[in-house]
Nanobody, 123 residues
Framework: QVQLVESGGGLVQAGGSLRLSCTASGRTVSTYVIAWFRQSPGKERDFVAVTSLSGDSTYYSDSVKGRFTISRDNAKNTVYLQMNSLKPEDTAVYYC????????????????WGKGTLVTVSS
């Protein structure tokens, strides 16, 4: 099975940028659909973005569309989430998750999860 580790979180001012990384081990990331989710205190875990096996297809939540970009470098076994124009409401723990074959936006569809990385956006 695949193990996922997120990195790149931190504190940033509103309007700033961060790039998160999701690095896989145990299995090659090219055999998994990878998605990013986020969870704020007291809230459910929400879908953010997903990339297909090849990276040719991507899908975003309405709240991040046009500001975030998901990409994958299968040679580095890593998926990225470039976050621009960050807002205080983007503050959350960000998780990457993996599943086989098809894109999905529900967290219940994903079998493998990282432990998360905290993103804090100050106003």
């Amino acid at each position: 099975q695949v193990q996922l580790v997120e990195s790149g979180g931190g504190l940033v001012q509103a309007g700033g940028s961060l790039r998160l990384s999701c690095t896989a081990s145990g299995r090659t990331v090219s055999t998994y659909v990878i998605a990013w989710f986020r969870q704020s205190p007291g809230k459910e875990r929400d879908f953010v973005a997903v990339t297909s096996l090849s990276g040719d297809s991507t899908y975003y939540s309405d709240s991040v569309k046009g500001r975030f970009t998901i990409s994958r470098d299968n040679a580095k076994n890593t998926v990225y989430l470039q976050m621009n124009s960050l807002k205080p409401e983007d503050t959350a723990v960000y998780y990457c998750a993996a599943r086989r074959r098809f894109i999905a936006t529900s967290s219940s569809e994903y079998n493998y999860w990282g432990k998360g990385t905290l993103v804090t956006v100050s106003s």
